[in-house]
Each structure stands twice: as structure tokens, then as C-alpha cells.
């Protein structure tokens, strides 16, 4: 009987975990969840445009981020970045997670990495992202922002795309982080 209830207990607390982990990863939110979110939006618009102008105040066009993408989608698969150098605004050298891939470079996938750092990855691809995520609604677009106080670049970016969810299981959602290189 005892053995019946422990393990009764492991099972609904293993249950409990799994629907937590299923939540983080793939959110949908409850009616009043984004009745909240709602209310929250031009909170979240005053944060980006602190963020974007603290940005652009004190950072220079010459900087290097440490990157780490929790990919949802394929385009990770192709390119996992580590690190990006930025001069003068544009990406000059990206380094690849793979010492190895280092070394093999200059080929028709390195020159979709590039245009996929540039594109999606730049600081300020991310500002208008995250703008077009706030402008599509929590209903539509579950966002999870953070950024850096002193320098307003985007430390952590969660985007979840709730329609995609719906339709689809994979590649809806994706997590970037970055870390300045001092």
C-alpha cells in the first residue's frame, strides 16, 4: 500500500514537471494570461525604447557578442554561431561552435550564416523584431524580453509564435541570448 501511494506521488510530481517544461517551451496562453499581456504592452514598448536608445547612445559601431540560440527552427542547425565581431556597425567575423567549422569557411553555407547573422542577429534586426512581436499581440506572439541596463543591447530574447503552435509542433519558437565581450 505504502509502495502504491510513493509511487503515486512520483508520477504526479513527474506529470507536474513535464506540463512545466511543455509550458515553458511551447506557451499558450490563458485568456486572462493575455488580457494581462495586453495590459502590459506599452510597458513593453517604453522598455524597447529605452533599450534602443540607451543602445544607441552608448555603444559604438565596434563591439563582439557571445551568442547562444536555443534553436527553433532550422536556420540554427545550419549556422550554430558562438560569437560575432561587429566594426563599424557591420558583421566583419563570426565564429561557429565548431573549431572545426572554423577552419572550413567560404562556401554557399557560410554565406547564408553570414546573411542570417546580419539579418536576424544585429542589434538592430533584434529591435524590430521584438517591435513587430509587441505589434502582433500576446494572442498571436508570446515574448519574453530582457535587456543589458547599462548598454540596452537585448541579453535574452524568447519569441514564441502561438498561431505556428497551432498548427504546427516544431519550429515556432526560438531563445537568443547574448553576452558582450569586454
Known amino acids: ?17 513535464i506540463f512545466l517544461i511543455y509550458r515553458d517551451l511551447f506557451p499558450v496562453l490563458s485568456p486572462f494570461e493575455i488580457q494581462q499581456a495586453k495590459k502590459a504592452l506599452p510597458l513593453e514598448q517604453e ?4 533599450a534602443m536608445s540607451v543602445w544607441r547612445e552608448r555603444s559604438n559601431s565596434d563591439y563582439q557578442f557571445r551568442v547562444e ?29 565548431s573549431s572545426k567549422r572554423n577552419e572550413t569557411r567560404e562556401d554557399e553555407t557560410d554565406n547564408y550564416c553570414r546573411d542570417f547573422v546580419e539579418n536576424r542577429l544585429s ?20 515574448l519574453k524580453v530582457e535587456y ?3 548598454y540596452g543591447f537585448v541579453s535574452s530574447y524568447k519569441h ?5 503552435i497551432k498548427r504546427h509542433s516544431t519550429g515556432c519558437h526560438w531563445v ?5 565581450v569586454r
Not at 522598455?47 to 529605452?50: D, T, W
Not at 536555443?70 to 561552435?97: A, D, H, M, W
Not at 514564441?160 to 505556428?164: Q, Y
Open 47 to 50: 522598455r524597447l525604447l529605452n
Open 123 to 142: 542589434m538592430e534586426a533584434l529591435f524590430k523584431e521584438i517591435q513587430a512581436d509587441l505589434n502582433a499581440g500576446p494572442e498571436n506572439i508570446f
Open 69 to 97: 540560440i536555443t534553436p527553433g527552427y532550422s536556420t540554427y542547425v545550419l549556422c550554430p554561431i558562438s560569437q560575432i565581431t561587429y566594426k563599424n556597425g557591420e558583421v566583419v567575423t563570426f565564429e561557429y561552435l
Open 1 to 17: 500500500m505504502r509502495k502504491r501511494i510513493v509511487t503515486a506521488i512520483m508520477l504526479g510530481m513527474l506529470a507536474i514537471i
Open 160 to 164: 514564441v509564435d502561438i498561431n505556428c
Open 176 to 180: 537568443y541570448r547574448f553576452e558582450i
Open 148 to 150: 543589458d541596463p547599462d
